[in-house]
């Protein structure tokens, strides 16, 4: 993926279950990786909802504390509840409420905590999957992980230093003065030169590292002039130390568009980090859904390993989360773990299972269970 460390007898994992579907596919995941010869000590971590309600955090500083070269060489991240803050803060505890505790969320936190700075996509559609657009689409969606419209610097309401600092400074402002300050609700789009240009080498790399032939920029610079403009900027200037790689640039909405009428036109995909959210989840629904989507947050001290799915508390107890996003982002976690082989060997089952058609989920075409499926990988092995 983006890089490799040396193969060690075992390796240190976090393991961070979460809740809802979380502890069922790590569950069926670490049978997989067992079962493969991947050998490793887990280290659980205490991350989610219970703790958000029983003790104001939904990442506690036990957890952080894990999430060091010190303690762990990566994590496994499997999936928790999230709700908006004024939810969330109701369902606190009683000897929590009207302490002022403000929810937020634990992947976003663990991101800008630990800066991991990069998130990567990869949606490539395994043949044979009903749920696949087309079968040869392989996409690498970068996004942007700490910056752009998640970087959480929010106001409501919109205290009256910030808008006399935003009125003084920009004429556009004024005329919001009359809904008053108690009724505006304010969410920044800060992005830096030093991010925009982080991201965007990185996509170049793996595109040189991978034999592609073109990346594109996404964003909206003809609307979000400023930072989409400083997106577009930096990528041209990244884009003169590679010349053998085509730099394409369009536009969010635009570029919706064009991975349902050309997908073929695509290969690396980079965005800031909310349009790399929403591209990579298009992506993944078009590659088999989320059920098979991977990803991983990548820092230069340490990483997550996350897939793209959600805590889906639908699915919590009926046997019928899909595993194979979490054993596939396993996979990627493998082969920065210098555990290529074993990664390539899980895959290829998974392609294997799937290409058969005999043992499918309810989310592409079946009626098998999480336990069934995950015994006819390991069967494939």
Not at 275 to 297: K, Q, R, V, W, Y
């Amino acid at each position: 993926m983006l890089g490799r460390t040396l193969r060690r007898s075992a390796h240190r994992i976090a393991m961070l279950q979460g809740d809802g579907i979380g502890p069922e596919v790590a569950e069926n995941c670490m049978e997989v990786l067992q079962a493969a010869g991947f050998k490793a000590d887990y280290t659980f971590g205490d991350i989610g909802w219970k703790y958000w309600v029983e003790e104001g955090d939904a990442l506690p500083q036990r957890t952080l504390d894990i999430l060091t070269k010190e303690k762990t060489d990566a994590a496994l991240f499997a999936a928790i509840t999230s709700k908006p803050a004024f939810e969330a803060a109701k369902e606190l505890s009683p000897k929590l409420q009207g302490k002022g505790i403000k929810y937020t969320s634990p992947i976003v936190r663990m991101r800008q905590e630990l800066n991991l700075h990069t998130n990567f996509r990869p949606c490539k559609a395994i043949p044979g999957n009903s749920r696949n657009y087309k079968d040869n689409i392989d996409w690498a969606v970068f996004r942007e992980n700490t910056e752009g419209m998640y970087g959480g610097v929010e106001f409501h309401p919109l205290p009256k230093p910030v808008f006399d600092a935003l009125d003084a400074a920009h004429p556009k402002m004024k005329k919001f003065e009359k809904f008053g300050l108690d009724n505006i609700a304010m969410s920044t789009r800060i992005m830096t030169r030093q991010g925009c240009t982080n991201i965007i080498k990185n996509a170049f790399e793996y595109a040189k590292a991978n034999g592609k032939s073109s990346v594109t920029v996404v964003d909206k610079p003809n609307v979000l002039r400023e930072t989409g403009g400083l997106m577009i900027k930096c990528a041209r200037e990244v884009s003169e130390q590679y010349p053998e790689i085509r730099l394409q640039e369009t536009n969010i909405d635009a570029q919706c568009m064009f991975m349902l009428k050309q997908p073929e036109a695509y290969e690396v995909i980079v965005a800031e980090n909310m349009f790399g959210d929403i591209i990579s989840d298009l992506a993944a629904e078009m590659t088999g859904g989320l059920g098979f989507a991977p990803s991983a947050n990548i820092g230069d001290n340490y990483s997550i390993y996350e897939p793209s799915h959600g805590s889906a508390p639908a699915y919590t107890g009926t046997g019928n989360a899909n595993p194979i996003a979490m054993i596939r982002t396993a996979t990627l976690m493998l082969t920065d773990l210098g555990e290529a082989d074993i990664a390539d060997a899980i895959n290829a089952a998974i392609a294997k299972v799937v290409k058969d058609g005999k043992v499918k989920m309810k989310d592409f075409g079946g009626t098998a269970n999480r336990h069934e499926l995950t015994k006819a990988i390991i069967s494939a092995l």
